[in-house]
């Protein structure tokens, strides 16, 4: 990669995040679009990149709040475990759902 094109995707980068800052916005929301349709990424590694931005700002944000003591690690075990454990249990009603429907398409 050259220096010109290092230089645009930071400085991209650097604008997507300021105007989605301003606007109350995550950056991916322009930053996608923009390595897509500008820049002609494909889809698949523009929305990568977000992903990977995302999970270093949330990863360190989270290990920045558990040093302070901010977190309630009961509470979110808790909140994360019944949401496993809901989603598990919609996922079997809605299998069962689809195959009534199966049956009834099939007659």
Do not use: W, Y
């Not at 820049?39 to 920045?64: K, Y």
Request: charged letters at 15%.
């Amino acid at each position: 990669m050259s220096e010109a094109s290092t230089l645009v995707l930071v400085l991209l980068g650097a604008s997507t995040g300021v105007v989605g800052a301003m606007l109350g916005l995550g950056g991916g929301v322009f930053l996608v679009p923009l390595l897509t349709l500008a820049l002609g990424v494909p889809i698949r590694g523009a929305v990568a990149a977000s992903l990977v931005c995302v999970i270093a700002t949330a990863s360190a944000s989270a290990t920045v709040n558990l040093n302070r003591g901010l977190v309630n690690l009961r509470l979110g075990l808790s909140v994360f475990l019944n949401g496993d454990i809901s989603s598990a249990q919609q996922l079997l009603v809605e299998k069962e759902k689809f195959r009534d429907l199966e049956r009834k398409v099939a007659r």
